[in-house]
C-alpha cells in the first residue's frame, strides 16, 4: 500500500473512533443511550468493513487485528450505556503504569501499598483534588517555611 492509502485507512479508523468518542460524550448527558446504542452498532461495523477492506487489499495482520479487537475498541461506549464513565483511550493508565515501573524497578527494594499510593497521588495523574489533598495534608505546606536567597554572576573575561 502507498503511504497515501495507509493514512486514508487510518484517517476512517479514527474518523469512526472520534464519533463514538464524541456520541458518548453528548448521549451521556442528553440520556438517549438508544442513540448511543446504534452508534456503537454502526461503528463495529464500519471497523470490520474496515477489516474486509485490508484483507483483499492483502494487509492480513491488519485485517485481523481490526476484526478480532473491534468490539474491545467501544467498551468505553458500552460501559457509559450502563452508565459507567471510562477513559476511550489507555494513554492514561499506561503513562501512569510506565510511571509506576520507572520509579519502584530497583534492585533490593520493597514497597508498601500506601508508599505506592503515596508514589500515585505525588505523580499527579489520579488527579489534582487527590495531590492537593496530599500536599495539604501529608506535607503540612501551610506551614512550609520558604528561604529566599539571591544569586550574583560574576564574569570574568567573558567566561562565566
Known amino acids: 500500500m502507498t503511504l497515501d492509502d495507509r493514512k486514508e485507512i487510518i ?11 464524541n456520541s458518548a460524550v453528548k448521549h451521556g448527558k442528553d440520556g438517549d443511550l438508544d442513540a448511543l446504542k446504534r452508534r456503537i452498532n454502526y461503528t463495529v461495523d464500519v471497523l470490520k468493513k ?3 477492506e485490508l484483507l483483499k487489499l492483502g494487509c492480513f495482520k491488519a485485517a485481523s487485528f ?6 474491545t475498541t467501544v467498551t ?9 464513565k471510562v477513559p476511550w483511550n489507555s494513554n492514561l493508565i499506561e503513562r501512569l503504569m510506565g510511571e509506576i515501573a520507572k520509579r519502584t524497578k530497583h534492585k533490593w527494594m520493597r514497597w508498601t501499598t500506601k508508599g505506592l499510593e503515596t508514589i500515585l497521588i505525588l505523580m499527579r495523574y489520579v488527579s489534582e483534588e487527590s495531590y492537593e489533598v496530599f500536599k495539604f495534608r501529608m506535607m503540612k505546606s501551610d506551614n512550609l517555611r520558604f528561604i529566599n536567597g539571591e544569586a550574583e554572576i560574576i564574569s570574568t573575561e567573558g567566561e562565566f
Do not use: D
Open 50 to 52: 474496515q477489516a474486509e
Open 11 to 21: 484517517r476512517r479508523l479514527k474518523s469512526a473512533l472520534y464519533s463514538l468518542k
Open 76 to 84: 468505553f461506549a458500552i460501559l457509559a450505556v450502563k452508565g459507567r
Open 66 to 71: 481490526i476484526r478480532g479487537y473491534s468490539n
